[in-house]
């Protein structure tokens, strides 16, 4: 689990900000299933926030629509 190796790495016991950047013509799929474990880890602890970067409109309208947690885009 990447998460948990930068935490060991970096010694710290949570991430306080995880932000995801997609490259140009990822599927909407490949954006979901990212951040379910995104979610994930703010569920569980591991990060207290997720947010995205370089979206368009229409790519943060559909993540926005069926996201359980609330994105912070940047």
Known sequence: DVIFTVKSDLGVTYI???LISFPSETSNECIQDVWLEVE??????????????????NELQVLYEWARVSV???
């Not at 994930?40 to 409109?57: F, H, P, R, Y």
């Open 16 to 18: 306080d900000n995880l």
């Open 40 to 57: 994930n880890c703010i569920t569980d602890g591991s990060v207290l926030q997720g947010g995205v970067a370089d979206m368009d409109k």
């Open 72 to 74: 912070i885009v940047c």
